[in-house]
């Protein structure tokens, strides 16, 4: 059973820079794909930025420059280092792992960018 739990998150002000980590947990032996996504109230969810087991990354076109998403396979965690941070960017962070074609979720962390 694999498992993704995710810490971070909170209350920043415009501006400010806060870093969301997610841990993997479990039977994973193989090639996966982390990232994150997020949801803003009465907003479908988006990706916001993803890393292949290459380290490909992707992201989101209005993050691009401002968040960096980084891997350590060792560990099975991914961390998003979000700087310069905007109010628009508040929304639920769901951390992402899609491994051997079946997609796992955490629960979600809040971010909320307000003065």
């Known amino acids: 059973q694999v498992q993704v739990v995710e810490s971070g998150g909170g209350v920043q002000q415009p501006g400010g820079s806060l870093r969301l980590s997610c841990a993997a947990s479990?039977?994973?032996?193989?090639?996966?794909?982390m990232g994150w996504y997020r949801q803003a109230p009465g907003k479908e969810r988006e990706l916001v930025a993803r890393?292949?087991?290459?380290?490909?990354?992707d992201y989101l076109d209005s993050v691009k420059g401002r968040f960096t998403i980084s891997r350590d396979n060792a560990r099975n965690t991914v961390h998003l280092q979000m700087n310069s941070l905007k109010p628009e960017d508040t929304a639920v962070y769901y951390c992402?792992?899609?491994?051997?074609?079946?997609?796992?979720w955490g629960k979600g962390t809040l971010v909320t960018v307000s003065s």
């Open positions: 992402h792992l899609i491994y051997q074609h079946i997609n796992y």
């Open positions: 479990g039977s994973i032996f193989g090639d996966y794909t």
């Open positions: 890393v292949s087991n290459g380290g490909s990354t």
